[in-house]
């Protein structure tokens, strides 16, 4: 959520002719409409700023304070505004007092909607530079168009917080592309690192090398810096209840082919081999069970585990009468 310091917040407020701030004398007549208009179309962004707007409560409209007594009503009516169910879907919004210019008023902070468009009473309100008014047939499509862009696959979304240096080079050029591209295209290709990571969907674009979702899981030695729950836990039981003495354990993190190899190692070093030497004319070794089928089980759960909404690892526990396998 934006928290804008003092010195930007003054200086919307002294802007006038902004298309990102919202000025409000006093609460009352119709001014709660006009308050949800504006937060209305602060959400719906059309111009594409990807910046927070601003409703100033206690303000007049050449951005000096009214001197209105900011209350704890007066605050909770307007925190009210996200929930009240007149504006769908609910804006993303904060609301404080803020010491300006001497005087407290009251600062309702709105983020853009990531599912444009937003309608407050079933219209489509948009900011028209520092007017609001009603979204045209033309304004909406260009709102659902922005709606469909950002309903990428989670795997695709960027991690803002990650640079191109939290993927390693190393991982990408020696073990992944030699299995993803033909080895006489990747002899012909003469494309800069970002355009080959932009290609493969690892960073957002060759232009803005954000690592995506799927490049930190793929390339990044340090996956749970950004996604906490990638990676796997997995115990040896010496009996059938969790409770019972763990005799092994490990935790399996990185990339996500390394997480996936070093838990197939463990199930090789514990998946006993019987040898029987006598009831048949050759030798006969069986398992207790078969590494094939523990290694798709463990693969599904990594591959198709969900990191939205959870912190919780993939769990393997492997007790002495059978193996669970527990994916969020």
């Not at 804008?4 to 007549?29: C, H, M, P, V, Y």
């Not at 010491?99 to 444009?116: F, K, M, Q, S």
């Not at 989670?154 to 992944?176: H, I, K, M, N, W």
């Not at 993939?314 to 396998?325: E, F, L």
Request: with cysteine.
């Amino acid at each position: 959520m934006t928290r804008f310091t003092d010195q930007e917040i003054e200086a919307l407020l002294a802007a006038t002719e902004s298309d990102r701030a919202e000025r409000k004398e006093a609460w009352a007549g119709s001014a709660s409409t006009k308050a949800r208009e504006a937060i209305c179309a602060f959400a719906n962004d059309l111009p594409g700023t990807a910046t927070a707007g601003v409703l100033f409560v206690g303000v007049r409209d050449d951005g000096t304070p009214t001197g209105l007594a900011i209350t704890d009503d007066l605050l909770r009516t307007l925190a009210d505004i996200k929930t009240d169910g007149r504006i769908l879907p609910p804006p993303s919004l904060s609301v404080e007092t803020r010491r300006l210019l001497g005087h407290d008023v009251a600062v309702v902070t709105v983020e853009p909607a990531d599912a444009p468009p937003v309608r407050f009473d079933g219209r489509i309100w948009i900011r028209i530079g520092p007017r609001r008014g009603t979204a045209t047939a033309q304004d909406e499509r260009i709102l659902n168009e922005k709606r469909r862009h950002g309903d990428r696959p989670f795997d695709a979304r960027p991690v803002r917080d990650a640079t191109l240096g939290d993927l390693s080079r190393l991982q990408f050029e020696q073990a992944y592309l030699p299995n993803a591209v033909a080895p006489d295209v990747l002899a012909a290709n003469e494309r800069t690192l970002e355009q080959r990571l932009a290609a493969t969907k690892m960073v957002r674009a060759a232009d803005d090398p954000t690592p995506t979702v799927l490049g930190i899981l793929t390339l990044s030695p340090r996956a749970r810096d950004f996604l906490p729950g990638a990676y796997i836990q997995f115990l040896r039981v010496a009996g059938t209840d969790l409770s019972d003495p763990v005799t092994d354990e490990l935790l399996a993190d990185g990339p996500i082919a390394e997480v996936i190899r070093r838990t197939e190692d463990k199930f090789v070093s514990h998946n006993r081999r019987a040898i029987d030497f006598t009831s048949q004319p050759t030798e006969r070794q069986t398992q207790t069970y078969p590494v094939a089928a523990l290694q798709q089980l463990v693969r599904n759960a990594v591959l198709h585990r969900t990191y939205e909404g959870t912190h919780a690892p993939v769990r393997v526990t492997w007790y002495d009468d059978r193996i669970q396998i527990v994916s969020p």
